[in-house]
């Protein structure tokens, strides 16, 4: 089991993964709130990332991660944007839908 | 293997975290899936049409396990959702470690000790 120290590192080759194998990668995330950790794994059944750690700010950037896992997977593994942006990036649709974002 | 919708998932999702406060881990595995078997994807392929993936998300708390999938028309209101559920529930993670704690704090007391300072100054 790999364990990476850096998060930019864990995200940046998390991604590479999952664009390479977008059928076979998945994300797992445990949490113990009795031990207060939180352990994070990207694998495609070939290859296994992961990161643990037990600091709250860590949580916050998981978050993030969390948004562009699921862009990337409901999406499809070609949307770039996103990751940069987050939920400005957005296509045509969900400005028809009418979200109510001031422009 | 339960498979919900989305609101009673993340209900669901949240009763978990809330049994598991005291022992035990709280699983979520998130996957790209278009829920088609290898015959279905085959035949879809070959007469041209793009398959729909969906996001397949499972969690477990080791006694059950439920499920649910989410389109890209769903997936925006759902990351909100979980953001919010994940936020509330991980609040037994460390705020600091001890150094920067240390740190902050004497980093703090330098920059009151300057403003209080700087302000006459500009005055």
Known sequence: MVYIVSWDEFVDRSVQLFKADPESTRYVFKYRHCDG?????????KECL???TDQAQEARKMEKLNNIFFTLMARGPDVDLSEVNGKEQMETQPVKKGRGRKQ | ??????????????SMFEKSKEKGSVWVTLKRSSLKSKLQKRKLSAAGESIEYRCLIRATDAKKTISTSVGAKDHQRFQASYATILKAHMTALKKR???D???STEADK??????????????
């Open chain 1, 37 to 45: 950790k939180l352990v994070l794994k990207v694998t495609d059944n």
């Open chain 1, 50 to 52: 992961k990161f643990k």
């Open chain 2, 1 to 14: 293997m339960v498979l919900l919708q989305l609101d009673p998932f993340l209900n669901e999702l949240t």
């Open chain 2, 97 to 99: 470690e001890r150094k």
């Open chain 2, 101 to 103: 704690r240390k740190k």
């Open chain 2, 110 to 123: 330098k920059e009151s000790t300057s403003s209080t300072t700087t302000k006459p100054k500009k005055l």
